[in-house]
T-cell receptor
């Protein structure tokens, strides 16, 4: 069974630009969550999508947005990039039908804003 | 609310030493508890989990017991190896948080030969 695939693995962008990251969850998983990981703030929850609907959202500005497609693949977008957006962005795949179950993570996309 | 407090690192141990990484939690619901491990340049991998009080999760020689009375989920291993060097995260999710996970700050472990 294929794991969680995140693309691209690395990105370098300039301040003010926008970026789109992609996540393909494990086949059959309907829930996709996104996390930002930085040395200073640790792992912070961005949002969760389930069956193409945003079900939960963390405390991030509106520049951070996402969506989920009918095949459960998800994208997140960050507009008007700031230096502080440099981070490892992790996608988590969960079956979706059961609460309190483990999340499966992708390898992440390392975003560097210069 | 929900939160996880994890022992600060970094931790440096000699091979075959005993490992303990402390983790305590606060939760408003009935949480499941997890330990994840992150190797350099990688995402998070599930190490072990426990879904109810007194459950013991175990994997690859690591163990942790869900202690409701002390709200703790400490990670232990009797004899660490160089290959165990990584960052370890304690985490919880709960029925009232959807699929949102709450993570500790992570503990970096280095095992020296």
């Amino acid at each position: 069974k294929a794991g969680v695939t995140q693309t691209p693995r690395y990105l370098i962008k300039t301040r003010g630009q926008q970026v789109t990251l992609s996540c393909s969850p494990i086949s059959g998983h309907r829930s996709v969550s996104w996390y930002q990981q930085t040395p200073g703030q640790g792992l912070q929850f961005l949002f969760e999508y389930f069956s193409e609907t945003q079900r939960n959202k963390g405390n991030f500005p509106g520049r951070f947005s996402g969506r989920q497609f009918s095949n459960s693949r998800s994208e997140m977008n960050v507009s008007t990039l700031e230096l502080g957006d440099s981070a490892l962005y992790l996608c988590a795949s969960i079956p979706g039908g059961v609460m309190n179950t483990e999340a499966f993570f992708g390898q992440g996309t390392r975003l560097t804003v210069v | 609310g929900n939160s996880v407090t994890q022992m600060e690192g970094p931790v440096t141990l000699s091979e075959e030493a005993f490992l303990t990484i402390n983790c305590t939690y606060t939760a408003t619901g009935y949480p499941s508890l997890f330990w994840y491990v992150q190797y350099p340049g990688e995402g998070l991998q599930l190490l072990l989990k426990a879904t109810k009080a007194d459950d013991k999760g175990s994997n690859k020689g690591f163990e942790a017991t869900y202690r409701k009375e002390t709200t703790s989920f400490h990670l232990e291993k009797g004899s660490v190896q160089v290959s165990d060097s990584a960052v370890y995260f304690c985490a919880l999710t709960s029925w009232n948080t959807g699929n949102q996970f709450y993570f500790g700050t992570g503990t970096s472990l280095t095992v020296i030969p």
